[in-house]
């Protein structure tokens, strides 16, 4: 055969099908290993962290643990009920943790709708053009700025005002909403505009066709199939602010604070906050309450991701 004949001995060996011919597999095992070291490292991470909540001296209401998931789970309820304290047998995270779902519940309030609203006019309504780039830019920076100045620009326009003491809100906890609310809305906004791109652009002409208007076109037939999409990103920026620390620190979360939280305007501490106080007790005691801290926000986030996965197969059923 001819050389550059297909089939030909020559083409066969060529330098350039043989390097195609290995890259495929070398490439799909750099993958594995990337899948296998990381869920190796999350094991290991979540085992020293059970390993450090039970951990502790042989003496102490709730330190004498084995290793058994009843026993676990009564640690953390135990943590969960009780409040902070400078004894490590008594200490507790009741105060954080109805902060957090104050915060958590308030911040769906706020973020969700602004977040969803902003990313169905964008993705619907605003006609393309430099405007629309622009936002879109501005929207994709700010998803990738960090929390911290985030906090920076809550402590100056929610708590100080600008120095406008009339209008300033101070370190409450509505000024932690809303500190958290902008750092989900980027997240939101993109997540929404993904899950409406996907619906086919067929299902918007027929309904047009149908004589519906573009509202009733968007509501009721663009943003129901969307409808799994945007309530998994909406669910997994509220994750997210839930594990927050440092802009909460920065617009005033209490480090201490012994009194549940009854209304926006109280003041007001976290569940991630009270953890980094904990951990950083120099009493070696406190590293082992901070580990149930640890053990109580896994719970929630990991039961946050699980409503999303539910909410998520509920609503593709009906595709």
């Not at 750099?30 to 999350?42: D, K, R, S």
């Not at 620009?153 to 406008?164: D, K, N, P, Q, T």
């Not at 839930?242 to 109280?266: C, F, K, N, W, Y």
């Amino acid at each position: 055969m001819s050389a550059g004949v297909p089939g030909s001995t020559e083409a066969r060996y060529h330098p350039d099908r043989v390097a195609r011919r290995w890259l495929g597999p070398i490439f799909g095992a750099a993958c594995l290993a990337a899948t296998c070291t990381g869920v190796v490292a999350l094991a290991v991470l979540l085992g020293s962290v059970i390993t450090a909540a039970l951990k502790g001296p042989p003496h102490g209401p709730w330190y004498a643990v084995g290793s058994h998931l009843r026993e676990l789970v009564a640690l953390c309820r135990k943590l969960a009920t009780e409040l902070q304290a400078t004894e490590p047998e008594l200490a507790g995270f009741r105060v954080g943790l109805v902060g957090s779902l104050w915060l958590l519940g308030l911040v769906a309030m706020v973020g969700i709708p602004v977040g969803i609203g902003a990313g169905v006019f964008l993705e619907e309504y605003a006609p393309p053009g430099r405007f629309r780039r622009i936002i879109q830019t501005n929207i994709a920076n700010l998803a990738g700025v960090p929390s911290i100045v985030y906090g920076i620009l809550g402590l100056a326009v929610f708590v100080r005002a600008f120095g406008w003491k009339g209008i300033a809100l101070g370190p409450t906890l509505i000024s932690g909403v809303l500190t958290l609310s902008l750092l989900i809305l980027p997240i939101i906004v993109i997540t929404t505009q993904e899950a409406l791109r996907a619906v086919p652009r067929s299902l918007r002409q027929a309904a047009l066709a149908l004589g519906a208007s573009r509202w009733q076109m968007i509501r009721d037939h663009v943003v129901p199939a969307a409808l799994p999409g945007i309530l998994t990103g909406a669910i997994l920026g509220l994750s997210r602010a839930i594990g927050e620390t440092a802009p909460l620190i920065m617009v005033g979360a209490a480090g201490s604070i012994l009194q549940v939280p009854r209304g926006p305007r109280d003041l007001y501490t976290a569940l991630p906050v009270e953890i980094y106080n904990y951990a950083k007790q120099p009493d070696p005691r406190f590293q082992t309450v901070a580990a149930g801290g640890i053990l109580i926000l896994l719970a929630i986030l990991l039961s946050m991701n699980a409503v999303a996965i539910v909410i998520r197969n509920r609503f593709r059923r009906y595709d």
